[in-house]
């Protein structure tokens, strides 16, 4: 485990859910023994997305709500890498609802982690896309306004093959679930349920102390669809399995379906030149002299092949 974590001090604050989904990581990334040449944490901006400055792997620290949008490049690039995205509810969800959606709807082999603590954690605790309507944290002036946006229905209905919620003060749970979603082949998002110690003050270690349960203590819960048949009956399962918020909120496993073909895999049928075994970024793109492969002349040629000529009126 020691060998992915890196000696950048973390600013975080003391007790912040982020330490134990960073823990969860590394322990995750040391038992499937991922080679860190080939792992990508990519992250956009946020008290969360400064996770890859922490673990030793290649890492890309990108701009507001687009790190979905960097990684989908990444894996595209090279369909070898495992890539894993950090971002907060605002992140992935706010500015980023529109790459996150994107992403299930490709079902692209990458998974996504949600540092969901329901505020806006660098820039002082205001609501989030996942703050109920009518709950009122420390910074917030009035209660909020709009509903919130629960990210487990949002990514069964946008295509997402692996579902899960964890906590992040359960390092050893989450490890299961993370190794899980990097291991299933497709689109996988983790929602990490985590305290924000300073500004959200409902949404507490003590709060969630009481409510939370496992949905694999019950042995009637099985999330993995096995049959095309059975997909749409597991969706409507764990919808209304995510919709549970009360006395009782359930972590876990919602819905596997590994039936699906991935992007990837559609992309390289229908582009014969994409090959997942020799993907773009592993192609010579210049010969032993140094002279690019397709130069100016060759470019030309190409391109022109793509000009559509249009008649003036």
Same mark, same amino acid.
């Given at each position: 485990m020691a060998s992915?974590?890196?000696? %950048?001090?973390?600013d975080w604050c003391p007790g912040c859910g982020d330490f134990g989904i960073l823990a969860a990581m590394q322990k995750a990334f040391a038992e499937l023994n991922l080679d860190p040449? =080939?792992?990508?944490? %990519?992250?956009?901006?946020?008290?969360?997305?400064?996770?890859?400055?922490?673990?030793?792997?290649?890492? %890309?620290?990108?701009?507001?709500? @687009?790190?979905?949008?960097? &990684?989908?490049?990444?894996?595209?690039?090279?369909? =070898?890498?495992?890539? *894993?995205?950090?971002?907060? +509810?605002? +992140?992935?969800?706010?500015?980023?609802?529109?790459?996150?959606? &994107?992403?299930?709807? @490709?079902?692209? +082999?990458v998974t996504v982690l949600i540092h969901n603590n329901k505020v806006y954690g660098l820039t002082k605790g205001q609501a989030s896309p996942t703050l109920r309507r009518g709950e009122k944290v420390k910074s917030l002036p009035v209660p909020n306004l709009q509903d919130a946006v629960n990210p487990i229905a949002l990514a069964i209905a946008s295509g997402y093959t692996f579902v899960a919620r964890a906590y992040? !003060?359960?390092?050893?749970h989450l490890k299961e679930i993370l190794k899980a979603a990097i291991n299933h082949k497709g689109s996988a998002v983790i929602d990490v349920l985590q305290p924000c110690v300073t500004y959200n003050d409902i949404y507490t270690a003590e709060f969630y102390k009481d409510?939370?349960?496992?949905l694999e203590d019950d042995p009637s819960w099985d999330p993995i669809v096995r049959d095309p048949s059975e997909d749409e009956e597991k969706k409507a399962a764990a919808i209304k399995k995510a919709e549970e918020w009360g006395t009782r909120i359930p972590v876990g496993v919602f819905y596997v379906n590994p039936l699906k073909d991935t992007y990837e895999e559609r992309l390289a049928q229908r582009n014969p030149s994409y090959s997942i075994d020799?993907?773009?970024? !592993? =192609?010579? *793109?210049?010969?032993? +002299?140094?002279?690019?492969? %397709?130069?100016?002349?060759?470019? @030309?040629?190409?391109?022109?092949?793509? *000009?559509?000529?249009?008649?003036? !009126?």
């Open positions: 992915y974590r890196t000696e %950048v001090w973390s040449a =080939q792992t990508v944490v %990519v992250s956009g901006i946020g008290c969360s997305s400064k996770t890859p400055h922490f673990i030793n792997v290649n890492g %890309v620290h990108t701009i507001h709500g @687009r790190g979905i949008a960097f &990684a989908t490049g990444i894996k595209l690039a090279n369909p =070898q890498l495992k890539v *894993i995205v950090n971002g907060g +509810d605002g +992140d992935l969800l706010g500015i980023g609802v529109a790459h996150f959606v &994107a992403l299930g709807r @490709r079902n692209l +082999d992040s !003060l359960w390092v050893d409510r939370l349960y496992k020799n993907p773009p970024a !592993l =192609q010579p *793109i210049s010969r032993e +002299d140094g002279s690019p492969i %397709v130069g100016p002349d060759e470019f @030309r040629k190409i391109f022109k092949r793509f *000009i559509v000529n249009v008649k003036k !009126l």
